[in-house]
């Protein structure tokens, strides 16, 4: 196990060394004329400040001392100063990163308490009225866009009831239902899209275990269907599924930019969002690489755990 | 030499020249689609209503997109204003239209560029292997850890919001994601019969690519097209939601969504409903119709996404 730990860390290098060129490549495509704009939206920008935005940038150097500076930051955990701010990117993303952090966790368990059961379900009645609702179900909430939810549950009881979600984040750990008062909402429309893929991988895993000889034998030895399930099926069907939640990482970071803005959390999201029209692009990088960084290690944690809970996978 | 019939790979009407064929293979093939796959089907018949709205949206909008008419605002749906009007006057239905043909532009421009971009990087690293193949999947891998539409923030923060600039990145985008798909399929007839028969005869690689590899990898290139049509429909309605797309006073469905047009779905909650319900259905009918393409025409590729 400790071998594979160390070969599958061994494998990230390449991967994040491209990633991070991709990085670094992306923020060098920055138009010179990007920096007169930047310039031009400050106040009186004269060519001595013009200098000071290149060196903060670290345009004035050659392309490859740029990027072995960028890394070596990146390594001391400095990932370059805001532009508007003059704060650390790092401190920026210390303090959101965790609100999306609790976002995904939260979509997360809304998905996998709907999916995972109604998945079941779907499976045991294979064909049944009940699994086609299920399956329109899933292929339904697969094709809405998260934003137009949103800006539907944003619009309608506002105007049917006068009643809005509340747009006001507080600190989980400042006041715990206040939080949930107001994240709650984003979760469950982010939860929704991951669970129409979540239920159809379930389905799709249950179908394939209920065929299997074990499955026939614990029946033949008289066991009850309800124990079949969860003994038998339930333990061995779950385990691609956790694969596939590895998968979805990207997907739940893609719409918690778009939740987040809708429901104004204070996530990372919005902070792309915000270094984006601000033309921020320490900030933009920074975020960049994190996010590859952070998917990078959702996949090897999932892999790890996925040899841990399926005794057939041992390294 | 026929290419068809081997077991184990895939017959039939695919197999043959790209150009050749295009009557009543395909006439045959609605008629086992619409057998088989009813549910499909109806996906394709709603799409291609949304391709037609797309093509003739000048002819069928009853306005100009663009057209404003301060004494008509935020009219209610009404029988001159079908779907309502905005808060400048504007004809949702004309502007729902051409936002129809513009989803459409960027997915079909997107959905073939990047089935150019995975045709070609799928057929140098899998059938060329050995480093080439190395060097581009350790490319595609550190790719695919970015989440697509954090891509798409950051490159559209760079070259700037517009229709070519969101099709190109969308194609190459997806053209470097589907790739891997693209090198499995040639992975696979690489190592069959009548690839080595043409190997041994001598043919030339560009031969051999065009004639028997790329053929049998069009089912898994056909499927992909049409999920990435879709994909990029959303992706580009979720840019614009964020006010990074095609820029207004462009219709985009997005667009609509978002912006000015939040603040007056208060006092006219119709603006929230058309441009939304498009969109899902255009989402949706591609959902199902590719799931249907993808059981008739890719076994293999059943129940993945």
Sequence with gaps: MQAYIIRRLLALIPTLFVASLIVFVSMRLIPGDVI????????????????????????DQPMYIQYFRWVGGIMRGDLGNSLWHNTPVTAQLAETLPITFQLGLLALVVALTVAVPIGIYSAMRQDTAGDYIARSFSLLMLSIPSFWLGTLVMVFPSVWWRWSPPLEYTPFF???????????????????????????????????VMRQDYIRTARAKGLAENLVIARHALRNGLIPVITLIGLQAPLLIGGAVILEQIFVVPGMGLLLLEAVFARDYPVISGIFLVTGVAILMINLLVDLTYGFLDPKVRY | ?????????????????????ADHPIVAFCGRLLREKPLGAIGGVIFVVFLFCGLFADVLAPYAANETNMAARLQAPSLSHWLGTDHLGRDLLSRVLIGAQLSMMVGFLAAGLATVVSIVLGLLSGYLGGKVDMAIQRVVDAWMIFPD?????????????????????????????????????????????????????????????????????????????????????????????????????????????????????????????????????????????????????????????
């Design chain 1, 36 to 59: 007169d704009q930047m310039l031009a939206q400050n106040d009186v920008a004269t060519s001595a400040d013009r200098a000071l935005v290149e060196e903060a940038l670290g345009l």
């Design chain 1, 174 to 208: 400042q006041d715990p239902i206040q939080n949930l008062s107001h994240m709650l909402l984003p979760a469950v429309l982010l939860g929704l899209a991951l669970s129409a893929v979540t239920m159809r991988m379930t389905r799709t895993m249950m179908l394939e």
């Design chain 2, 1 to 21: 030499m026929t290419d068809t019939a081997l077991p184990g790979t895939i017959p039939t009407a695919t197999t043959r020249p790209l150009i050749a064929g």
């Design chain 2, 149 to 305: 539409l954090l891509l798409l923030i950051v490159v559209v923060s760079i070259v700037g919001s517009g229709m070519p600039q969101i099709v190109i990145v969308l194609g190459l985008l997806y053209g470097i994601g589907g790739s891997r798909i693209v090198r499995g399929g040639v992975l696979t007839v690489r190592e069959t019969m009548y690839t080595h028969a043409a190997q041994s005869m001598g043919a030339r690689t560009l031969y051999i690519l065009w004639y028997h590899i790329l053929p049998n990898v069009m089912p898994v290139v056909i499927v992909l097209f049409t999920t990435r049509v879709g994909a990029a429909i959303l992706a580009e309605a979720g840019l614009s939601f964020l006010g990074l797309g095609v820029p207004p006073p462009a219709p985009t469905w997005g667009g609509m969504l978002s912006g000015d047009g939040r603040t007056y779905m208060y006092m006219a909650p119709w603006l929230a409903i058309a441009p939304g319900v498009c969109l899902t259905l255009v989402v949706f009918s591609v959902n199902i119709f590719g799931d249907a393409l993808r059981d008739l025409l890719d076994p293999r590729m059943r129940g993945s996404r």
